[in-house]
Structure formats: C-alpha cells, structure tokens
C-alpha cells in the first residue's frame, strides 16, 4: 500500500478516521520529500503550509470524543522506523534558521523560554504520526485513531504548533522586511533565561536569509 493512498477502495471517504489518515498520510509523504532537499528554496513555504493542514486534523481529534482502543493492551508494532536521517536533512536545509525559541507551556506561569529545533520538532511529530499509520495499516483503525488523539495531546499537538509558530514567524520576518534573530549556536538541551537568549542570538538580516529558502522580500 502506498503512502499516498491509505483507504482501501470503497471505504467512505466522509468517514473521520479516513479523512484523518490522509491528512496524516499527506503530512508524513509531503515533509519527507521535503527533506530530500530537492527543492530546498521552497522548503519553508511548503513546511508552513503542510504543518498548518496537520494541525487542523489535530484540531479534529482533540474536539473530538475520547477515543477507547478495542484492546486493554497495544499491540505489538516491532522495531520503530529510523527518522535520523530524515532529522539531518531537515536541520541541513534549514540552518541558520533551525533554532528558535520556545515556551513550553503558556500557561505556566513565569517559564523562561527554551531553545528548540525545527528538525527536531518535525522529526518527533513524524515519530508519532507513523506510530498510529502502523496500526492503520494493519486495519487496527480504532487503535490508530486512539494513538493519534492521545498523542495529539501529549505530545505532537504542542509540538506541531510551536513549530507552526517558528516557521509563521520566519515567513512574516522575511515578507515585512524585519531583522530576525538567529538562536546561532545555541545548546538546545539547555534551558536558557529570557536574557541569556536574547544575548547569545545574533543579529541577522531576513534579506540575508531570503534567497535561500525561496522568500520574498518587502521592497
């Protein structure tokens, strides 16, 4: 079965858990070709754009009911796919611009902002993703979209969204013809004060940048 086609032939294509593994399965094949680096100056745009359609089947599952799996127990899915390589590329592609930084949780109250990584970001939503693809796969359909709501929760919906928010935020730098700060070089296992960000990051024009990820300035 392809990725880029999930649903068996004559499955309701108005069904939710349908439409939810092609938005899924659209994700996981669009940021992987992405990080082939085929067309590296659209790469941003394209990312934006593919991060902002995930987010709305996430959308979908978090107002949905809770989902229950048919079993007490997972099955088991053996060995994970391997997304190094797939992480590399991306973080490749998109230096100097792979860091940024992030808080974590807004409604905790006075949590200093943490530097965090793009690459690292997309890598870990497509961890999860192909997780609940695996038991879609296997026509464990409720088991899928069990995973994938849960996870929605506890870890790809934030991070997708933060990730949302770099890739907006770098776009409308460039388009409004703002400077950008560059996290360069920051240790993103570190968690680093407001300040200490704000003096480590350098000072980078976003025409600098512009070329090179395919983005048009403001004249």
Request: glycine letters at 6%.
């Amino acid at each position: 079965m392809s990725d880029a086609t999930l649903h068996a032939r004559g499955q309701d294509p108005d069904d939710f858990a349908v439409q939810i593994a092609d938005q899924i399965g659209s994700f996981l094949v669009a940021v992987t070709e992405v990080a082939k680096g085929d067309e590296p100056d659209s790469a941003v745009p394209f990312l934006l754009l593919e991060v902002s359609q995930l987010l709305l089947a996430g959308g979908r599952l978090g107002a949905h009911e809770d989902i229950l799996p048919d079993e007490r127990y997972e099955p088991d899915l053996g060995p994970e796919p391997d997304v190094d390589e797939l992480r590399e590329r991306l973080a490749v592609m998109l230096d100097p611009v792979d860091v940024y930084s992030e808080v974590f949780d807004p409604y905790e109250p006075r949590k200093p902002p943490v530097p965090a990584r793009i690459s690292d970001d997309l890598a870990d939503v497509i961890t999860d993703l192909r997780h609940g693809m695996a038991h879609y796969r296997a026509g464990r359909t409720t088991e899928a979209m069990w995973w994938w709501q849960f996870s929605y929760f506890s870890n790809w919906g934030s991070t997708a969204s933060a990730t949302l928010r770099a890739l907006q935020s770098l776009v409308a730098h460039v388009r409004l013809n703002q400077p950008l700060q560059e996290l360069d070089g920051l240790d993103t296992d570190q968690e680093l004060s407001e300040d200490a960000l704000a003096e480590e990051a350098g000072r980078v024009m976003a025409e600098e940048i512009a070329g090179p990820l395919g983005l048009r300035t403001v004249k």
